[in-house]
Every structure is written in C-alpha cells, then in structure tokens.
T-cell receptor, first 109, second 113 residues
C-alpha cells in the first residue's frame, strides 16, 4: 500500500538553527515527490518536485533531496518567516497523490 | 499569471442545509482537484477532473457530495445535506497535467453547526 510518513510532527527552532524534515515513502513506481509549504488559513504553496533518487533542488534557505526511500527538506539558517507546516506528497504509477500529515515548523526570533 | 480562485472564503451553515463552492483554475490547466482538509491533517482528495471528465472520485461521499466541471474550466462542489463532520477547509487545485505539480487556491473554510 502506498504510504507517506513525515517526521517530526512538530519542530521548534531558534533563528539560525539549521535542521531537516523527513518524508519517508512507500510507493509503487515513483513518478514524483512534491514538497509544499502551508501557512495558517491558506492553501498549500508549491515548493519542489523531485523525480529520481539523487536529485536535489534548492530555493533560498530550503534544499530538498531524494533517495529511494525518503526525502529530506533541509532548512539552513531559518528565519521566523519560515514558520509554517511543510507537506510532502508522492505520486506513483497509479498517478494518485498520497499526502503526509505534515511537519509544523516554528522558528523563534 | 493569475492563481487558482475560490469562493467563498468562509461559510457557516446549519446541519442538513446545502452549500456550494466555486473554483476557477489557472488558465490552461487541464487537471482540477477538490480536496478536503481537516485541521492537522494533510489534504484528502475528493475528486479529480481531467478537462471535464472525472478521473478519480473514489473518496467522494456520493450520497451527499457532488461536483461538476462544465466546459473543462470552472468547477463547483456541492454538499447536500451537510453534516457536522463536513466542517473542514475545501481546497481547489489545478495542474497542467495529472502528473505535474498542483497549485492551490486559498480554500473555503466550512463550519457546520
């Protein structure tokens, strides 16, 4: 059964304290892994798509990496404005998007 | 480029009443999704359209929920009659195809009392 597990559920960091969020997945034939950011009261905002193991993508303080079993979202020197819930979703051969429950990130000034 | 537009932003109704949500996707996007998101959870797919045809509605409670996408552009999602457990945020998203990244609207927060 296709499955996505995100950890930790919640993370509190001090401004400038780098860390990583994890997205572990089980899917039949990975077509894509997607990272989104969601602010309270808003729809998810697209961040990255990763298609194959070894692929990496960066945007400002965020860097996403992918292996055959998991993806990491690395946050370097985070700022308070990076506080949000980060969602991971995977799409397999059946083309259905399977979503994780998200990691709630709080960055204290 | 204009994003996904949804209305209304908020809606409060009594149980057993009906409600409808509207979505206008990004121009040129063939795929449209309706999701239900309960606080603290990831989005749950209700229905996926490819142009004006239904691709996946396996998790749509068809006894009370209905959706249509006329002319392959705008879409409406209706709930009739509403139950307390339908209280959630209803998100519309669109993508160029069914295997590319999806872009979301702001959502409609529904409260059923």
């Amino acid at each position: 059964e296709d499955q996505v597990t995100q950890s930790p559920e919640a993370l509190r960091l001090q401004e400038g304290e780098s860390s990583s969020l994890n997205c572990s997945y089980t899917v039949s034939g990975l077509r894509g892994l997607f990272w989104y950011r969601q602010d309270p009261g808003k729809g998810p905002e697209f961040l990255f798509t990763l298609y194959s193991a070894g692929e990496e993508k960066e945007k400002e303080r965020l860097k996403a990496t992918l292996t055959k079993k998991e993806s990491f979202l690395h946050i370097t020197a985070p700022k308070p404005e990076d506080s949000a819930t980060y969602l991971c979703a995977v799409q397999g051969n059946n083309r259905k998007l399977i979503w994780g429950l998200g990691t709630s990130l709080a960055v204290n000034p | 480029e204009a994003g996904v537009a949804q209305s209304p932003r908020y809606k409060i109704i009594e149980k057993r009443q009906s409600v409808a949500f509207w979505c206008n996707p990004i121009s040129g996007h063939a795929t449209l999704y309706w999701y239900q998101q309960i606080l603290g959870q990831g989005p749950k797919l209700l229905i996926q359209f490819q142009n004006n045809g239904v691709v996946d509605d396996s998790q749509l409670p068809k006894d009370r929920f209905s959706a249509e996408r006329l002319k392959g552009v705008d879409s409406t999602l209706k709930i009739q009659p509403a139950k307390l457990e339908d209280s959630a945020v209803y998100l519309c998203a669109s993508s160029r195809t069914g295997i590319t990244e999806a872009f979301f609207g702001q959502g409609t927060r529904l409260t059923v009392v």
